[in-house]
Each structure stands twice: as C-alpha cells, then as structure tokens.
C-alpha cells in the first residue's frame, strides 16, 4: 500500500499539477475490520467497504456473462462489481471483468478523491511551496506577480477555480503570466479564471476531444442562452444568481436530457455555451450535474472539429 501511495504521489505531480501532501495510514476503533475511509483536513470525504481475501471484478460495460460473488459498486467511478473467490477470477477475466487486488482497489478509489478534491487539497502553503519551485526556472514571472500585482491568496483562489473544474495547473508559469497580464485592472478570481482557461484552450481541448480533434458537445439555443444571461449578475463580490431554484431546477433537467446522447455513447457530458455566461452555468449545475463540463466558445482550439450531439431548447 505504502509503494502504491508513493507512485501515485508522483501521478498526481504529474497529471495534476499539485505536490499532495503526506498521506497517513491509521487504524480507527470506530470502523469495522473491513471498512475504511479517507480524510482530507481531518474530515471524511469518502468511504468504502473492502474484503482483504477477495478480488473486485468491474464490469464495464463488455462482461459477456455474470460469475458468482458479492454485489457491489466500485467506489472510484461507480460501476458495477463483484468481490469473487480467487478460484473464480479466471474465469471472470474471460468473461470480460476487470479483475483488481483490494489494494488497487483502495489506491485507485484514493486517487479520484484527490482528483475531485483537488482544490481543498491544494492550501495556501501548498500554492507557495509550487511558486518557490517555480522560482527557481522563472524567478521573473513570479517575482513580477506575486506580492506586486496580486497576493498569494488570490493567485491561490485562481488555482482553486481550476482545479474545481479539473483543469491541471501543470503550465504553472504560463496561468502565473496571464495572470500577470490582467491582474493589474482585474482582482476577480473568476474573470482572471476566464482569460487563463482562454490560456489554456489547448490543454482544455486536449482532454476532452477523441483522437480525430473532434469534441462532440451539447450546444443551448440562443433563448436559453439569454435567459441564463439574465438570472445573475457579475459584481464586486463575485456572482449573484437570481434565477429561482425551480428554474434552475428546470434548466439541469433539460441538459440532463441532452447530454444523456453523448454519455451513452461514452462521451464526456460537455456543454458549450458563450463565454459570458460559462462561469454562471457552471455554477448553477454543479450542485445537480458536478460532472458536467462546461466549456465556452473562447476555449476552442483552431483544429478541434466541434460536432453538436443535442440542443438545449426551452
């Protein structure tokens, strides 16, 4: 466990970004033998049950028949599962199971915590040990911002905006120039978001498109547009939605609906609005669709092929 922990600290440097910090291994009274739980700050944010003598087989999708074992849901992406003997392992591997050791299975389920909690993780220390590191390759770009331009706090809250909606901070040194470029006119954490996800359109594109550079999304009618335009309001003290809930309520719904094509097909559940409105739609659904993706038409690549799977109408 403790060498899974430790390549996955590296992972998560790599793909993310963020140095994660020390990861403790503790016993709890307060838990059954085969229950355990993960903690950021000390507070839970996730929990599972595992069986330390039997395997976890994943279907995903392609399993042609069922083995016998123990109903479950696997914890990380929530597929359906099965913890079977190892004398039936082979055969589940045939019938086309993911077959995984309970270790895997609690690093696996311990890296998507992190994932979807990088932004909790990622403290006002954790930003500054990243820009010392930096300093060290391009002492001027930090040097020139921080402090001067803005303060470490809202160079912190702009890594936080990104990492929430699972955009890597890798280019460190490009979002700190952006950052640079507009900080002295803005201090918004969410405007300056905007133009370092513009930064980023490549990245943003990347992670998203299949490999012909074709990004299949869902796309809202002009009229719904202009409605969510008008339900907030963009002032001083960040955004103010005055949309009532059961019209947001209303609106999730129908997106729900439209990016039901894409996610039976398996593709990411993406919806591409006008960039004026991209940050308040984002904020409306992530209570009742957290995984929908929410791009706007800035963060578009000249070679990604855009092909509409659905229209949001009202």
């Known amino acids: 466990m403790l060498d899974r922990i430790h390549r996955l600290r590296k992972e998560i440097a790599s793909e993310i970004g963020i140095i994660l910090p020390r990861v403790r291994i503790r016993d709890s009274l307060h838990l059954d033998q085969i229950h355990y739980r993960i903690k950021i700050a000390d507070q839970p944010v996730a929990a599972w049950v595992v069986y330390p003598d039997l395997f976890l087989a994943i279907d995903s999708g392609t399993a042609t028949s069922q083995v016998q074992g123990l109903e479950t849901i696997e914890p990380a992406f929530g597929s359906p599962a099965l913890w079977i003997e190892e004398s039936v392992k082979e055969q589940a591997q045939i ?93 918004d954490p969410i405007l300056l978001t905007t133009y370092v996800r513009q930064k980023l359109a490549r990245t943003i594109c990347t992670k998203y498109r299949d490999e012909n550079n074709v990004l299949n999304v869902v796309m809202l009618d002009p009229a719904v547009e202009d409605q969510i335009r008008a339900g907030f309001e963009h002032g001083a003290n960040g955004l103010y939605i005055r949309m009532s809930p059961p019209a947001i309520d209303n609106l999730c719904k129908k997106i729900l609906a439209a990016v039901d094509k894409l996610t039976s097909q398996n593709y990411p559940a993406i919806v591409l609005v006008d960039p004026r409105i991209r940050a308040a739609l984002r904020y409306m659904t992530s209570a009742t669709i957290p995984r929908l993706v929410v791009l706007s038409q800035a963060e578009i690549t000249h070679d990604t092929q855009v092909v509409s799977m659905g229209l949001v109408t009202l």
Do not use: C, F, M, W
């Open 95 to 187: 019938y086309g199971y993911v077959v995984v050791e309970p270790n895997a299975v609690i690093t696996t389920h311990l890296l998507e915590t992190i994932r979807e909690h990088a932004d909790e993780i990622l403290t006002r220390d954790a930003t500054q040990t990243l820009l010392d590191e930096l300093r060290k390759t391009s002492p001027t770009v930090v040097e020139e911002l921080v402090g001067k331009v803005l303060t470490l706090a809202q160079v912190q809250q702009v890594l936080q905006l990104l990492l929430r909606e699972k955009i890597p901070i890798k280019q460190l040194g490009t979002i700190l120039e952006v950052l640079g470029d507009y900080g002295g006119q803005i201090k």
